[in-house]
């Protein structure tokens, strides 16, 4: 009974096989259409011949005129036209479910990729309800090793309206297996991204031979507009992409730029060449050694990239032996110019009509688009600074980004004497950012700010500080002209120099009737507070007085945050009323980026004296004090001060 049943099933098994292989090539169309219709959801069909030859050891398939239609929403073309594929089946890898193909060639292959900017993208077949939308783009290829492969006439469009992102170029594939070198298979690659020019070439090993479980090396060069990627890639196991380990060298001008071809929303930057060993596993990618340069810093450590996440994260730990304090300015917002821009991937932006004046804060908007895309956190320590305008010593700073939202925890400029440190915040869920600040000036020397001449500092002292304010804007600039809180500025106890005179370009000590020691060189300074009051697109003068021995030094006045132009002037005031001591206010006028000092025109200023008007002037100092340090009033010199205001109240009581 056995026999019978197993030479019936035989049987049976026979006749299905021989029916497959003598089906008629209608059969074979037929069974291509459905299953290509069924897998992607959309409409495909054959208007060519289909041959299929199965009586060998590598059985083979002819298939000319295949077309699958676009999604609904996506042009009206198809998304897949190939106009022949011919490919041969290894036998034996069937049966030890490692697939071989010993040949593919695909003739006049046009590919039409889009994704929206809901999403949707024209390659993800997946269908509403099943669980499998959006799927990770990211996900490895695993690809059956083919042993002889060739793509001619090949043409690839690609529209992304998230990375905001065009391609229109053309492939082909081809191997010569008598080259003399190590260089069978090529694989070109040419046209345009964002209307700039694209070129890919790849040189391979030779792929007839090729087994699964052999590594295979190929050399790749990629050139889109000033970007300049050359890299030696090794995978353990031929078209799995999943694994695989690259030796790479990358330039260009704005590392932000490789957003377009990769995703990840990296930072601006001054002109950048790098360089490391990056290894794959799955989803996860791992560079330890990177090195190179950017701008005039230097630049080292380690960094991964987990694309396994609903987005993905850029995790670092970066170094600089040297770093260049104004390579620093791209991160920060500041625009390029536009000789550098007009090379790079970033599309044309709208023609400015007129020049811009020159603003000191910057005034790029932030890609809040980009920082949706990825999470991110970095670490960056820079043990030595060169910096044009200060004295600096270290920067440290530690950056997460989560789901739209920033934060700088800490930020940290080391001077040789003293540091600025704190935190920035910025919320970029929404349409417009929102940001907040809480910085610190701790323990400042200003002695070492050395005047022009360098032989002597303008001020000596220490400097203590505080910068806490809160905006929306999506650019540092926009930030600012909206923002709400306060900057303070204390010095307890100093002196001014008369190096002074030659930084403000007027005699600012005598102009404002201070008395100067006997050698005629400094005047000493008891306390000194500012406080600016930032709102409706103003820094306003809430307190600004300097109490040296004789002369108290008030200022008023506010700074235009929208325009950056300054509107200050300084006045000296002799504590006890002195005959014929009449001085002309100082006025500090220009912007931001380039104050000038001067002399208030018209009729001279008339002394004031006495408590009740110290009183008057110095009512906000405690408070002030307060919001730097608690311990400042406490100081010696600046409780004189606040001693000095309280009596001013009490007599204006009286």
Known sequence: MLKRIAAATGLFLLLIVLG??????????????????????????????????????????????FALSNAPWAQPKNMVDIKRFEASLSLKSLLRFHLIFPRVAIDSPAIDLERDASG?????????????????????????????????????????????????????????????????????????????????????????????????????????????????????????????????????????????????????????????TLARDNLAFRVDDLQGKLGSSDVAGKLGIDTGRERPKLTAVLTSKQLNLADLAAPLGTETTPARKSNTLARPATPIPAAQPARLLPDADLQVQRVRGMDADVQFDAASVTASKMPMKKVHFHLKLDNGKIALDPLAFQLPQG???????????????????????????????????????????????RIKLQGSGASVHKTAENAEGDITLVIPKGEMREAFAELTGIDLARGLGLILTKNERNTEVRCGVANFKAGGGELKVTTLVIDTTHVLVTGQGDINLESEALDLSLRGQPKQARMLRLRTPITLRGSLLEPKFGVQPGKLAAQTGGAVALGALLT??????????????????????????????????E
């Not at 059985?59 to 000319?64: R, S, Y």
């Open 20 to 65: 497959v292989a003598l089906a008629p090539s209608s059969f074979w169309r037929w069974l291509i259409i459905h299953e290509a219709s069924r897998a992607t959801g959309r409409s495909a069909s054959i208007d060519g011949e289909v041959k299929v030859h199965l009586f060998s050891l590598n059985p083979e398939l002819l298939v000319q005129g």
């Open 120 to 276: 949707r993208a024209n390659w993800d077949f997946s269908r509403p309800g099943t669980g499998k939308a959006h799927q990770n783009t990211s996900a490895p290829l695993h690809l059956p090793v083919i042993q002889n492969l060739s793509i001619t006439h090949g043409t690839l469009t690609a529209r992304d309206r998230i990375r905001k992102l065009t391609f229109d170029g053309r492939v082909s594939v081809e191997e010569n297996p008598n080259t003399a070198d190590n260089h069978a298979l090529k694989l070109r690659g040419s046209g345009t991204l964002n209307g700039k020019p694209f070129d890919l070439n790849l040189n391979g090993e030779p792929l007839i031979g090729v087994q699964p479980s052999h590594p295979y090396a190929f050399e790749a060069a990629v050139a889109a507009a000033d970007i300049k990627l050359n890299t030696h890639v090794t995978i353990s196991r031929p078209f799995d992409l999943a694994t695989l380990q690259a030796t790479f060298h990358l330039s260009g001008s704005d590392l932000a730029d490789v957003y377009y071809l990769t995703g990840l929303a990296l930072p601006n930057t001054p002109p950048y060449d790098v360089s490391g």
């Open 419 to 465: 540091e600025f440190s704190g935190t920035v915040a910025v919320d970029a869920q929404n349409a417009t950012p929102r940001s907040q600040i809480d910085m610190k000036l701790s323990n400042v020397d200003l002695a070492q700010f050395k005047s022009k001449s360098g032989q002597a500092a303008p001020l000596e002292g220490q400097l203590l500080g």
């Open 620 to 653: 906000p100092v405690a408070a002030v004090l307060a919001f730097v340090d608690g311990g400042l009033a406490k100081d010696a010199n600046c409780a004189a001060l606040v001693g000095q205001a309280e009596q001013g109240k009490n007599l204006s009581k």
